[in-house]
């Protein structure tokens, strides 16, 4: 049963995690950022750890990050759990609908037009080394991520971060994937505003890499 009381109080935070995932690192980054401490159980994907009933049972959709707050309470998708880790925090506009309802239209973006493009050729290209096999498909991702990072572009020359011209969950949400776009073939010599704009997240204090 969940108790909305302090939920820290009673465990630590578990992060069902991959670590080449750039859905699991928005969730580490923001824990760390916040300084929240957590365990980090690390799920085999490659070996489809996500896809047996004890791993289902916490997520049935079989897919990290997973979050568990308290025990056999669980939280799934990553723009969710950062909401929810971010609630009340700078992170996380407050007391402003507006800004609030802005943050979640990157979030939602990020989901359905960015990060599926920009992570499935990167899957293939560096992780699964099948490049050849799945050339048309990549190109197909390929064509609708560079059509997302265009609109990050158009953004970002004229503001420095996505939301409030501050960090949010928004920048962390839609970083994840982009500053390792390279590693799916996209070519990013032409967003020199998405470039500054990653390191402006990169120099955020208490920053992690995807590898830390
Ligand atoms: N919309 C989800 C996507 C999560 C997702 O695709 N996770 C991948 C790793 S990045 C996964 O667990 N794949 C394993 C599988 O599908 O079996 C989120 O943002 O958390």
Same mark, same amino acid.
């Given at each position: ?42 799920? /085999?994907?490659?070996?489809? =750890?996500?896809? @047996?009933? *004890? ?5 049935? &959709?079989?897919? !990290? ?77 390929? /064509?609708?991520?560079?059509? =997302?990072?265009? @609109?990050? *572009? ?5 503001? &420095?971060?996505? !939301? ?49």
């Amino acid at each position: 049963m969940y108790s909305q009381t302090n939920d820290r109080q009673v465990m630590n935070y578990k992060l069902y995690d991959s670590p080449p995932s750039g859905n699991c690192y928005k969730v580490r980054l923001l824990l760390t950022q916040l300084e929240i401490p957590f365990d980090r159980i690390n799920v /085999n994907i490659l070996q489809g =750890a996500t896809r @047996v009933p *004890e791993f289902l049972q916490k997520n049935p &959709a079989g897919k !990290v990050p997973v979050l568990e707050i308290q025990p056999d309470v669980y939280l799934s998708e990553s723009g969710a759990i950062l909401a929810y880790l971010a609630e009340g925090t700078e992170y996380f506009p407050r007391d402003n609908r507006l800004l609030q309802t802005r943050v979640l239209q990157w979030l939602f973006f990020e989901q359905y037009s960015l990060s599926p493009n920009l992570s499935r050729p990167r899957f293939f290209i560096s992780v699964a080394k099948q490049q050849d096999k799945f050339a048309h498909l990549i190109d197909h991702w390929r /064509n609708l991520g560079y059509q =997302a990072l265009d @609109v990050m *572009e158009q953004h970002l020359e004229k503001y &420095a971060f996505f !939301v409030n011209d501050s960090y949010t969950i928004a920048d962390i949400a839609l970083y994840s994937y982009t500053h390792v776009a390279s590693e799916g073939g996209y070519d990013m010599s032409k967003y020199p505003a998405i470039q500054a704009w990653c390191d402006r997240v990169k120099s955020q204090p208490k920053y992690i890499g995807i590898k830390e």
